[in-house]
């Protein structure tokens, strides 16, 4: 077993407008610690996010990177107070971390001059494009199905001693021709799947939709996320657990699939064999 101590922290394993407004299950993003705590990166922050920081004793100081796939406020809408809550002191005296986001949020004006004054980098990224963030950590961008708003995934190309590693995260997207190519490879796949079953949502995936897709991807690991209300509802209860086992008898035993709950602690690497 590894003793890389690298993990993906679910703060928040819903999305959409019933949890952003209720969260009755989180909606606060994703922790991704990586290298044994050299970067801290934190995932589409949205309503909920500093609150988790605090009731997981995640310390939001060690964040060095903040990530935004859209600019929907289930996953944009906490993004000023991360920056301020990343700075050394709140006399905010040098600026300190690394902001990437779609160019046509950073270009829109809802994120103003205050806050990205805070901030040490900004990268502005488009779809189907590679960026250098540091010599053992790059992104790619992959392109989404999820309406006009520019949205992008993302995927964590890492450089370890004994190997490399892809994380990838899909964002909120239907499916679309060459979606699984984009994603062929990737050691762990953080998918958004927003419904159950067969239940077609415009702009997202169900279970029934991501199965066939995750066959062909055909990652070691896969995590849930960004579940909506017929997932998860205070009158038909909490279907995650059954959705997961139907996905499991689906595509075997080769694939290990997680659904995300709130405060989950995910060590990928010691599902590898590194």
Not at 56 to 66: E, F, G, M, P, Q
Request: contains cysteine; proline residues 5%; glycine residues 8%.
């Amino acid at each position: 077993m590894t003793s890389i101590s690298d993990e993906i922290i679910i703060l928040g394993s819903a999305g959409g407008r019933f949890h952003a407004a209720t969260q009755l299950r989180s909606t606060g993003g994703i922790i991704i610690k990586l290298f044994n705590g050299k970067y801290q990166c934190h995932l589409d922050p949205g309503p909920g996010a500093i609150r988790d920081l605090r009731d997981y004793k995640i310390n939001s100081r060690l964040t060095t990177h903040v990530f935004l796939t859209h600019a929907h406020t289930d996953h944009s809408m906490s993004i000023p107070i991360i920056i301020e809550a990343l700075q050394k002191d709140f006399a905010y005296h040098e600026p300190r971390g690394c902001l990437i986001a779609p160019t046509e949020y950073l270009e829109s004006g809802e994120l103003n001059s205050y806050y990205k004054n805070l901030l040490q980098t900004i990268i502005s990224v488009n779809c189907s494009n590679e960026y250098l963030i540091t010599e053992d950590f790059s992104i790619k961008t992959i392109p989404t199905n999820h309406g006009k708003l520019q949205n992008v995934g993302f995927i964590f190309s890492l450089k370890y001693p004994q190997c490399e590693f892809k994380i990838a995260f899909t964002s909120d997207t239907a499916n679309f021709p060459g979606y699984t190519s984009l994603y062929k490879g990737v050691d762990v796949l953080v998918a958004n799947v927003l419904r159950p079953d067969n239940s077609f949502c415009r702009g997202h995936l169900c279970v029934d939709e991501f199965i066939p897709l995750l066959k062909e991807i055909s990652p070691k690991l896969c995590i849930l996320i960004h579940f909506g209300a017929q997932m998860i509802n205070p009158i038909s209860g909490d279907r995650v657990d059954d959705q997961i086992k139907k996905i499991k008898k689906a595509v075997g035993p080769a694939i290990q699939v997680i659904g995300g709950k709130d405060g989950l602690h995910v060590p990928f690497l010691e599902y590898f064999e590194i």
